[in-house]
């Protein structure tokens, strides 16, 4: 049945955004560095890699440079109007063709890359190999603003690999154990919500069983008890 609202959705959305994705595409191709898509191998449903689709917001050669797949709030590769699409999320919009292809779903864990996907454990790694990833998830509902985490005294690697990642994962595992249609059509409603109202704590009602973030992350995330 999943599978089968991803089709529809999917469809749907890639008519229904047409006229605002055939601007961004020509606007991408006559600046920065004329890069309309970034295609990269992410781990999708039984660790099988699969080409994920975004715009180009950042330097072509980006994951060799600098802090290479972890993304910094001010990153110095990201093109200027690369910034405004990834603030606004619509560098993502291109996965809708992952979607409709069968490499994604609508709602999942997020898609990793080699890199980010070994950072977590052994555990959340069978968790995350047995669905397909997500456009969106209850990860990225919570998790909304993962460059301004990594920010200031936060912003380097080891914090990612002993702070981040690990709460990542924890819910990441809580979306596998507790899959089914009801959570993702409510993670759908908390897509749109937060799209609307970026410093809500509802998510924190709405899924009332979630893992509790460390404590570095409470304020960060919005958590109420």
Do not use: H
């Not at 200027?80 to 990834?86: A, D, E, I, T, V």
């Not at 990793?112 to 509902?141: E, H, M, N, W």
Request: a positive charge.
């Amino acid at each position: 049945m999943q599978r089968l609202f991803d089709i529809i959705f999917s469809t749907l959305a890639l008519l229904v955004l047409s006229p605002l994705l055939i601007p961004i595409i020509v606007l991408l191709r006559f600046s920065g560095e004329g890069e309309v898509f970034f295609t990269q191998k992410r781990v999708g449903k039984e660790g099988e890699f699969f080409g994920l689709f975004k715009f180009a917001t950042m330097l072509k050669d980006s994951p060799n440079i600098g802090t290479g797949t972890i993304t910094m709030k001010g990153d110095p590769r990201i093109l200027p109007f690369g910034g405004l699409l990834r603030k606004s999320k619509i560098n993502e919009l291109p996965q809708l063709l992952n979607i409709f292809l069968g490499d994604m779903s609508v709602i999942g864990p997020r898609p990793l890359t080699k890199d980010t996907f070994s950072c977590y454990s052994a555990v959340t790694q069978d968790a995350i190999k047995s669905v397909r990833p997500g456009l969106s998830g209850v990860q990225q509902v919570v998790i909304r603003n993962e460059e301004g985490l990594m920010d200031g005294a936060s912003a380097s690697v080891s914090f990612y690999d002993s702070v981040l990642a690990p709460y990542k994962g924890e819910l990441e595992e809580w979306f596998v154990s507790n899959k089914s249609l009801s959570i993702y059509f409510l993670s759908i409603l908390m897509t749109v919500w937060i799209i609307l109202a970026p410093k809500s704590s509802a998510v924190w009602r709405v899924f009332k069983d979630l893992p509790e973030p460390p404590c570095v992350l409470k304020r960060a995330l919005n958590y109420t008890d």
